[in-house]
């Protein structure tokens, strides 16, 4: 009984410890920056500065990738360690305006795909990025399990049906990004969140006022 009694307070106290942790302070002056600056070598297919993309309209005002600095920086470490294999890295989206991600809200057809923006989405705070892999040789992208937001399962990591060359390059592109501290969303292959995402607040700058 005693036994019992010393589980259960351990118990609460772990439960108590955890819940009274709290996010840590937002990092203000960490600045958003341009990866064509800190990695030139990473190609760029930005779809919502396109019609190219499920809504159909152009969302951004110019075909640029921002993201936090310490984010930035992991991507060029990814790219490094892509390179000596003949790959590199394709990022489709990046920093997303909080004006842009409700209006993606507003026009997305599957609400499991697009974050509230009363919430807020990691992209709106620089510390996600949309991406994939392609050959170097000839920038072809490598077969993956879908397309780029595609609002199916065909898009979960844990999608059976792929086939073996699909599943091989999504694990890829998952490992060679974990290994540098990036966080997988499960049912989109293509994107990840940096693990430290909290530290960054939303934001709401157009691309027009960023270098």
């Not at 992208?141 to 595609?150: C, N, V």
């Not at 979960?156 to 290994?179: D, V």
Request: hydrophobic share 40%; glycine share 4%.
């Amino acid at each position: 009984m005693l036994y019992l009694k010393l589980l259960i307070t351990l118990i609460f106290l772990i439960l108590f410890s955890m819940n009274s942790i709290s996010e840590p302070a937002a990092i203000i002056t960490e600045p958003l920056v341009n990866i064509e600056h800190i990695d030139p070598r990473i190609v760029l297919d930005i779809r919502y500065a396109t019609t190219n993309n499920f809504t159909k309209k152009i969302l951004y005002s110019a075909p640029k990738c921002f993201l936090r600095a310490s984010v930035a920086e992991r991507l060029h470490k990814v790219q490094n360690d892509l390179e000596p294999l003949g790959l590199g890295l394709k990022i489709y989206d990046g920093y997303r305006p909080l004006a842009v991600q409700r209006e993606l809200w507003r026009l997305t057809p599957s609400k499991k795909y697009v974050a509230n923006p009363a919430i807020g989405s990691k992209h709106n705070r620089g510390a996600a990025v949309d991406l994939t892999l392609i050959q170097l040789s000839d920038g072809a992208e490598l077969p993956m399990p879908s397309g780029y937001d595609e609002f199916t399962k065909r898009a979960h990591r844990n999608y059976a049906g792929a086939t073996e060359e699909e599943k091989k390059n999504s694990r890829m592109l998952e490992f060679a990004m974990m290994k540098h501290g990036f966080i997988p969303l499960p049912h989109e292959w293509w994107h990840f969140d940096a693990k430290d995402w909290r530290r960054f607040p939303i934001m709401d700058i157009p691309f027009k006022d960023l270098p």
